[in-house]
């Protein structure tokens, strides 16, 4: 595992401006660390909720493509007749 040594001043990307290093050991690092997975958890849920989405939408349409085609089969047997040598449609 690599780790990194970082001055006071520094913070992480998504660490809080206002909140340094220091602040991270001390027990107010439970409270921040919560606020940052929950803006992270939010934006990993947005972003499933939007394939979640257009996995719906794309079965909706699977769905409706395999009713079509069934109606159609439907259709073509109900109009094709069968004799012993060949079967015809009319």
């Known amino acids: 595992m690599y780790s990194f040594?970082?001055?006071e001043s520094e913070t992480w990307a998504v660490w809080p401006n206002d909140a340094s290093l220091s602040k991270y050991a001390k027990s107010s690092s439970d409270r921040v660390i919560k606020q940052i997975f929950r803006q992270l958890f939010d934006d990993v849920r947005d972003q499933m909720s939007e394939l979640k989405n257009d996995l719906q939408n794309e079965m909706w349409q699977l769905t409706t493509s395999v009713d079509e085609l069934t109606?159609?089969?439907?259709s073509y047997f109900t109009s094709a007749q069968v004799d012993e040598t060949f079967a015809r449609y009319d």
């Open 5 to 7: 040594l970082y001055e």
């Open 71 to 74: 109606t159609a089969f439907d």
